[in-house]
């Protein structure tokens, strides 16, 4: 779990200390968690921020109900569990409390769960590039034209590439010291082509930096998945969502042009009604209707 942990936060492109950050702690205590050491708050934290899920266990609104629902579906009493785990029945009580440490946790989890393993990760593929070659795809002239033609100019391209034709005031680009997972995205319309092995951390983003009231507009150009219970439960009641017709061909690093394998739709923060009737006017698709 640990492992796999770790693999989850490198594919998310995310560096101990970027983790850290969002959780409110130290890259320290992410470098101890990488190690197994640490608290269950933490690795909960840090979970959900990765979107880190875990099947093999019982339904329950919090890891700390699926461990005690485990142990009753398993008819044991916490001195059984105890025995099997090597814990003492205060350290299982405690977890089951939500306290506990990530040790303790890892011994109760075989005996309470013991099929318990890593949800597979959401995926978009491109195909069997590296990751950084199926990250780095980018939106072409003509799509773009439609978006600065409905929504405006774009003030910030938070993730940006050198090599994109996205036309915006601010580019954030990582070679060049910036992190759009990290800095502020400033001004009146965010243009967000994300790496899509990340989305769900990159539209977590896009949410908040539009609920802090940093960008005015967002509009994301991200594949249809909506299978996350944050979608269902925040994104969906903020975000209009564009099913767009037929596929898009981006361009790769080396300006060769290829339709995703998978749909596309907008998804726009902020969008006045006269950008959106614009943009349906220009593109076939449509805006999903919320009655
Ligand atoms: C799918 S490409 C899109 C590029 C451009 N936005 C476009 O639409 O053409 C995603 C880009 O995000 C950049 N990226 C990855 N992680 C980033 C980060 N933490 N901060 C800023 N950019 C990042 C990569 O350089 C990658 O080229």
């Not at 011994?107 to 780095?136: H, I, Q």
Request: charged share 25%; hydrophobic share 40%; with cysteine.
């Amino acid at each position: 779990m640990i492992e796999d942990l770790k693999a989850a936060r490198r594919a998310a492109g995310c560096s101990q200390r970027t983790l850290a950050e969002k959780i409110g702690t130290d890259a320290q205590a992410i470098k101890r968690l990488e190690m197994g050491v640490g608290s269950v708050a933490t690795i909960v934290a840090v979970m959900e921020v990765l979107d880190f899920r875990l099947t093999g266990l019982p339904p329950g609104t919090t890891l700390a109900e699926q461990l005690r629902a485990g142990r009753k579906r398993k008819f044991l009493s916490l001195e059984q569990a105890a025995a099997r785990s090597g814990l003492s029945r205060a350290t299982i009580s405690g977890l089951e409390r939500g306290g506990g440490t990530v040790a303790s946790l890892l011994r109760l989890l075989p005996v309470v769960a013991p099929r318990v393993r890593r949800r597979a990760p959401e995926r978009s593929y491109w195909g069997k590039d590296n990751k950084v070659d199926r990250d780095s795809r980018f939106t072409p002239e003509d799509f773009m034209a439609n978006i600065y033609a409905a929504f405006g100019e774009i003030d910030v391209d938070p993730c940006a590439h050198p090599s994109s034709p996205v036309i915006a005031r601010h580019r954030i680009i990582p070679n060049e010291g910036g992190d759009g997972l990290i800095d502020e995205w400033m001004g009146r319309l965010a243009f967000v082509n994300p790496p899509y092995s990340a989305l769900l951390i990159w539209l977590r983003r896009a949410h908040a930096q539009w609920m802090a009231g940093n960008i005015e507009t967002v509009v994301c150009l991200v594949p249809v998945r909506t299978d996350s219970g944050w979608f269902h439960e925040t994104l969906s009641a903020d975000a209009e969502i564009y099913l767009l017709r037929g596929r898009v061909r981006f361009l790769n690093t080396r300006g060769q042009a290829q339709h995703t394998p998978f749909s596309l739709m907008l998804l726009a923060l902020g969008a006045s009604d006269e950008q959106k009737s614009r943009y349906a006017e220009l593109v076939p698709g449509f805006w999903l209707s919320r009655t």
